[in-house]
C-alpha cells in the first residue's frame, strides 16, 4: 500500500536536488504576504496597469538580489 509522503521525506527530497524547502504553514503566510502586494498596487488611487505591476516586482527583486549578494559577501569577508 502507498502512502503520501511525510514533510521529512519531502524535505529530503528537495534537499537532495538542491532545493530549497518550504512547508505548506510558510507557503500561506508568503501567500498572505504577496496578497498585501497585490492590494497596495491595486488601490483606486494608484490606477496601475498590469505590466506597471511587473515592473515594480522586477525592482523589488532586483533590490532583493542586490542585499541578499551584499550580505553574502560581508559573511564571506569575515
Known sequence: MNT???I???MQKVANEGGYYI???RMAEFSKIASKVMNLMAQNNLNVSYAECVVIIDVVKAMLDRCF???INDLERR
Do not use: F, M, T, Y
Request: glycine residues 0%; hydrophobic residues 25%.
Open 4 to 6: 503520501l509522503p511525510k
Open 8 to 10: 521529512k521525506d519531502e
Open 23 to 25: 512547508s505548506p504553514w
Open 69 to 71: 549578494i551584499d550580505n
